[in-house]
């Protein structure tokens, strides 16, 4: 990331209190900070065409004590306001129950494009988004796919360049809803 989009994003951070649910923590890393960060255990993502990347932390260093105060990797991260969200696989084998548990979801049906309008379940999928752990779903018959949210943005882009789109439905307005 550029330090002018790390500047922005700081500007209305909150507090990351989410468990860390897969391979590590994206971070928001300036140049002057890069140091310390590798010195906790953070690693660099290159971009794959050569133009940047990003910082992100293993998950296990998230929660060692770098100060003998007793102030945890995760509370530093914190304060520098460096947590994006979740960076990797989502680990579904020990953080299932978490997952099972997330509500608030942004939802998309999705269908296939030659699809006819009968329902048909190897055309049709449900596309779940949870913004603020940064997650994202792709349900598709066959249970529920977890992916951090910029897989999650690949795999849309993949799904709508193969011929899904997205489900519209009209919403049934209530009595106070329809007055004008």
């Known amino acids: 990331m550029k330090s002018r989009e790390i500047k922005k994003f700081r500007k209305t951070y909150t507090k990351y209190t989410y468990d860390c649910i897969s ?3 994206k971070l928001a890393v300036l140049f002057d900070e890069k140091d310390e960060v590798k010195r906790y255990g ?3 993502h290159p971009y794959p065409n050569d133009d940047g990347g990003y910082w992100w932390m293993p998950a296990k260093h998230i929660n060692d004590v770098i100060h003998s105060n007793g102030t945890l990797l995760r509370q530093w991260l914190n304060e520098n306001e460096m947590i994006m969200g979740q960076y990797g696989k989502i680990n579904t084998k020990t953080h299932q129950h978490i997952l099972d548990n997330l509500e608030d979801a942004d939802e998309y049906e999705l269908q296939h494009k030659d699809s006819t309008t009968e329902f048909r379940p ?11 752990i940064g997650v994202a779903g792709w349900n598709h018959g066959a249970g529920m796919e977890y992916m951090t949210l910029d897989n999650g943005r690949a795999m849309w882009d993949d799904l709508m360049k193969s011929g899904y789109r997205r489900i519209i439905r009209e919403k049934t307005l209530t009595t106070e809803e329809n007055t004008v």
């Open 23 to 25: 391979e590590g923590y």
């Open 42 to 44: 953070g690693r660099w």
């Open 122 to 132: 190897e055309n049709t999928g449900t596309f779940h988004v949870w913004e603020t």
